[in-house]
């Protein structure tokens, strides 16, 4: 049996529709040696249906795995679940409704296996209407990347690619999160270790709108966050997490953000809010046009 250089795992869950086009996107990556590792986390399995759209897509010289979370349902878990059963040297992530570019793996494990970085990433887009609406992150840093860089907002999409042993020597994912795991996790990997991302953009982040996602949640686990590490960044930081996480749920007041006066995180506050406000006059102009 061949050495497995690379595993994929992708966590779906009640996405057949999209996960045919995830696992199409696995097909272009210049990659002989990988493994596809799926997690059915559907609350009804779905193994069967998974299996019959494997064996109609995915070539038979490729290797997949289909497994079964029976345990609690998320997707955390789910790609835990996947780590454990992966066969390569290396991981790396793919959610059920994303894609990669061709070409994205081959360029992150050439940087991999040089060693020099433990952890590598690429730049990431959004898009929406099988690409018809497509969005660029402003303010993407590239090259070497340190804590300092996404300490207060993460731009590393959950694709990013590192060895297994350093993986479960972390920990895993804190699967006590309900979003914002990688994030967490991207940051205890860089207090001890490096990570570069390559400029290029071939991370297709899907975002229908209307369509229920795990980033839904991320108001109160920017909370959760806070908590996890305030004692690492301090004050300023914890309360800038409180004031974000209030503000995504359309809960920030003109009176948390006086208390932040004498907490030196006035500005990032004040733009959490201003930010609030505009979404709540976007919300308000759509339900005008809807009458």
């Known amino acids: 049996m061949e050495k497995v250089l690379l595993s994929i795992i992708i966590p779906t869950c009640n996405r057949l529709d999209t996960l045919s086009r995830a696992i199409d996107s696995l097909q272009f990556q210049n990659i002989p040696d990988i493994e596809i590792i799926i997690v059915d986390d559907s609350k ?12 109609q897509t995915v070539p038979s010289s490729i290797s997949v795995k289909i497994i079964r979370n029976d345990g609690t349902h998320s997707a955390a878990r789910a790609r835990n679940l996947g780590v454990s059963q992966a066969d390569g040297e290396f991981i790396t992530f793919l959610d059920d409704d994303d894609i990669y570019l061709p070409g994205r793996l081959h360029n992150m494990l050439n940087i991999a296996k040089e060693g020099k970085y433990s952890l590598v990433s690429s730049g990431r887009f959004f898009e929406s209407g099988d690409f018809k609406v497509i969005n660029n992150q402003a303010n993407q840093k590239f090259g070497e990347i340190f804590i300092e860089d996404i300490k207060y907002l993460n731009d590393i999409d959950i694709g990013f690619m590192i060895k297994k042993t350093r993986f479960e020597e972390l920990g895993g994912f804190n699967i006590n999160l309900k979003s914002l795991e990688d994030w967490d996790f991207i940051l205890r990997h860089l207090f001890s270790g490096n990570c570069y991302k390559i400029k290029r953009l071939d991370y297709a982040v899907n975002i229908e709108p209307g369509k229920i ?23 300023d930081w914890f309360l800038f997490m409180k004031a974000h996480g209030l503000s995504l749920s359309n809960n920030l007041t003109l009176f948390d953000v006086a208390k932040c006066f004498s907490k030196g995180s006035i500005f990032k506050v004040m733009y959490c809010y201003g930010r609030q406000f505009k979404n709540r006059v976007n919300n308000y102009v759509t339900k005008l046009n809807f009458r």
Request: proline share 0%; net charge negative; glycine share 6%.
């Open 44 to 55: 009804r399995s779905l193994i069967e249906e998974i299996s019959l759209l494997v064996s």
């Open 213 to 235: 996602r795990v980033s839904n949640n991320d108001s109160e686990s920017y909370f959760q966050l806070g908590e996890l590490h305030k004692n690492r960044f301090g004050d």
